[in-house]
């Protein structure tokens, strides 16, 4: 049985849902109509389901036939605060909330296989579907984890789905290895003599502190990580002074950004050049600079042997020709990676197009391409399916 096939039949049905969750964004670890919404179809079709896991987290558990084998299924919830300038009838509700990364897709993606898998439970073992909130900068698979997610529903392996509008409808991709960046937050603090902007002499003005390092920390990458290697160091906001008061030099000055690399001895790298030259350039000036660093996510490491049976699955599904192999890795983050640290597993995206238009992610006028539904979650089904199939000898 083809999974895409059966699911295509509720297309209409699962499109309105999506459409529904669009509309009503939820932050990370507020997403309590969401999970109302998901507990409700879960009890609908009979599904057995927990909910509260990782404050705001549901995981539904669905048998199959008789088999011990278990392998999770996850999709994240949460929405982003960010304005929408969409303007059909299922855009957001709310201002600065909006499902600007597709969370909403992933999510109906998700109870659409579970319908599936409930309904026709060709499959032996125990699938967990883990959905989860807070991924956009909470930690919300941390969370989860930490909850006692794999103690309570073990997993002996565990993917994940995530549009990608940077690949044409139909196409789905993997990155073997390291597919998704770590993300830390930079904070620098620059303390200053303010003053009078008519009498400099008598100041450590913190805006040309700041104006050096925003130049400076750009040479680490060039300078001291290998060619071979990646990084990104982004400075993405500067806060100074009053806009109006044109004549007064601020005491303090403050630049927030983030790193991106894979490897952790370049995090490393990146972390301490980052300070020292901070540091160094503050005490030039005669101010004092000092980085607050904080690593958000690590990097999002696709396993080998799972990488390698999400692809079958894949072309079993779409074609060897609109299976992408290598896809490029990607310097956006994603906590998905705190389950892939202690789980084998695998990360893929779903392609749904867009992004020439300029409906990439997090962009304000972005949306989920419901055309996917069905092969998204047809690509969830089939991964349950054929990870645990009836038959399967134990290990």
């Known amino acids: ?141 941390r969370e989860m984890i930490e909850d006692g997610l794999f103690e309570r529903f073990p997993c002996e392996q565990v993917f994940a789905l995530h549009n990608w509008p940077a690949l044409p409808v139909g196409k789905i991709g993997l990155t073997p290895g390291a597919a998704m960046a770590a993300a830390d937050r930079v904070e620098i603090t620059i303390d200053g003599q303010g003053g009078h902007g008519a009498h400099p002499h008598r100041t450590v003005d913190p805006v040309v502190v700041a104006g050096h390092i925003i130049t400076a920390v750009q040479s680490i990458v060039s300078r001291n990580v290998s060619p071979i290697d990646t990084a990104v160091v982004s400075l993405c906001s500067m806060h100074a002074g009053n806009p109006g008061a044109m004549s007064v030099v601020p005491q303090h000055a403050k630049l927030v950004g983030t790193v991106r690399t894979f490897k952790p001895t370049v995090q490393n790298t990146v972390e301490q050049r980052l300070k020292e030259l901070v540091g160094s350039i503050g005490a030039a000036f005669g101010a004092q600079a000092t980085v607050h660093y904080e690593r958000i996510y690590p990097a999002t490491i696709n396993h080998d042997g799972p990488s390698a049976f999400a692809l079958d699955v894949a072309e079993s599904l779409v074609g060897k020709e609109n299976v992408v192999r290598n896809l490029d890795p990607s310097m956006g983050s994603e906590d998905f990676s705190f389950m892939l640290q202690v789980k084998p597993g695998a990360f893929a995206r779903l392609g749904q197009g867009g992004a020439d238009a300029g409906g990439f992610l997090h962009a304000t006028r972005y949306d989920f391409n419901d055309a996917v539904i069905p092969l998204g979650a047809g690509y969830l089904a089939a991964l349950a399916e054929r990870a645990l199939p009836i038959g399967r000898l134990a290990p």
């Open 1 to 141: 049985m083809n999974p895409v096939e059966h699911i295509r039949h509720w297309h209409a049905e699962y499109t309105g849902l999506r459409r529904d969750l669009h509309a009503h964004p939820e932050l990370g670890f507020e997403e309590e109509r969401t999970a109302r919404i998901v507990c409700e179809q879960l009890r609908r079709l009979g599904i057995e389901h927990h909910v509260g896991i990782g404050r705001t987290g549901v995981v539904a558990v669905i048998r199959g036939r008789d088999g011990d084998g278990t392998v999770g299924l996850r999709a994240d919830m949460d929405a982003l605060p960010m304005q929408e300038e969409n303007e059909f009838p299922h855009r957001s509700r709310y201002d600065g909330r909006m499902h600007g990364c597709g969370h909403d897709g992933h999510t109906t993606m998700l109870l659409a296989a579970a319908r599936y898998l409930a309904e026709t439970r060709n499959f032996a073992g125990t699938v967990n579907l883990i959905f989860q909130p807070g991924e956009e900068g909470f930690a919300g698979a």
